[in-house]
């Protein structure tokens, strides 16, 4: 953000911010998880329809049901635009990401 900031040809623009071009899937991200920690991760996917019954007991859940919409359809960040103006700016990787989160 500073960098678009602090760059006078950037502005009044939109920028994606920079991301890793290699689109990952949850399922993907959850076995680089498992391949850093070497244990086996489970998951599982809750249907809307537990959302939905839960939500009318637990506002939490009422909430996070709101945002299911947005995981209906991919969210595709394209930063070419940033990388081809900033070419020496070093994007992290999903596993570094990932290896640096767990590493915590």
Not at 17 to 26: G, H, Q
Not at 33 to 39: D, F, H, L, V
Request: hydrophobic residues 35%; negative net charge; charged residues 25%.
């Amino acid at each position: 953000m500073g960098l678009i900031g602090n760059t006078p040809d950037a502005y009044g623009q939109t920028w994606h911010l920079p991301t890793d071009p290699e689109r990952l899937t949850y399922a993907q991200m959850i076995e680089i998880c498992s391949a850093i920690t070497g244990r086996h991760i489970r998951y599982t996917t809750v249907p809307e329809i537990a959302f939905t019954i839960g939500g009318r007991f637990n506002t939490e859940l009422k909430e996070a049901r709101e945002l299911l919409p947005r995981y209906r359809d991919d969210n595709i960040f394209d930063s070419s635009k940033f990388a081809a103006r900033f070419p020496d700016f070093t994007v992290t990787t999903y596993h570094e990401g990932i290896a640096e989160i767990l590493d915590d």
